[in-house]
């Protein structure tokens, strides 16, 4: 059973362009969760979402980005317009049910953006 | 406020002998849970042990465990017989039930040094 995967690992963007991080998560969980990781910082709660719905969006900022999970297809976080202080990590878990409790909640490997 | 410290930016330890790292809390919920995950350098979150407020006796997982003093509002974690691959980042983490989600909300981290 492969855990949570992410992709790309690393992704570096202009100033302006557009990110697109990918999060397929692990066989039977229809919960997932983003965080982002800013440097020097511990991981801060972004989303959470079911499949076609958004469940909690009070940690994402409210302009530029965006997340969603399709029916079919794994979750994506979009940024829009990247500016410098959007440079950090992003994480992405999932768990079978909720509230998972954490005995049950399982991180991908974190996609690591780079604005320039 | 929703906030957890880990007063410790850096810690190191000699392989074999014991080290505790430190974490406080404050959360106004009743019933919650408390984690350590560590951060390795290939930044995966890995849970290292889980403690549910309303057990008063310490969670032990091998050689974790931690201390948990609710009143104090208090989770440090000990590290027995400390191995080289325990050398990582170490994120305390408490889970907060808001707005339909449950969420984690971390500490900045310590980072945890095991020399030979």
């Known amino acids: 059973n492969a855990g949570v995967m992410q992709n790309p690992r690393h992704l570096v963007r202009r100033r302006g362009q557009e990110a697109r991080l990918r999060c397929s998560p692990m066989k039977g969980h229809s919960h997932v969760y983003w965080y982002r990781q800013l440097p020097e910082e511990g991981l801060k709660f972004m989303v959470y979402l079911q499949k076609e719905n958004i469940i909690d969006e009070s940690g994402m900022p409210k302009e530029r980005f965006s997340a969603e999970f399709p029916k079919e297809g794994p979750s994506i976080l979009r940024i829009q317009q990247v500016v410098r202080g959007d440079s950090a990590a992003y994480f992405c878990a999932s768990s079978p049910d909720q509230p998972s409790t954490g005995e049950k909640l399982f991180f991908g490997s974190g996609t690591q953006l780079s604005v320039l | 406020a929703q906030t957890v410290t880990q007063s410790q930016p850096e810690m190191s330890v000699q392989e074999a002998e014991t080290v505790t790292l430190s974490c406080t809390y404050d959360?106004?919920?009743?019933?919650?849970?408390l984690f350590w995950y560590k951060q390795p350098p290939s930044r995966q979150m890995i849970l290292v042990i889980r403690?549910?407020?309303?057990?008063?006796q310490n969670a032990t997982e091998n050689r974790f465990s931690v201390n948990f003093q609710k009143a104090a509002k208090s989770f440090s974690l000990k590290i027995s017989d400390s191995q080289l691959g325990d050398t990582a980042m170490y994120f305390c983490?408490?889970?907060?039930?808001?707005?339909?989600?449950?969420?984690?909300?971390f500490g900045k981290g310590t980072k945890l040094t095991v020399n030979p």
């Open positions: 403690q549910e407020a309303y057990k008063q």
């Open positions: 983490a408490f889970s907060l039930t808001q707005g339909g989600s449950e969420k984690l909300v």
């Open positions: 959360t106004s919920e009743s019933n919650y849970y």
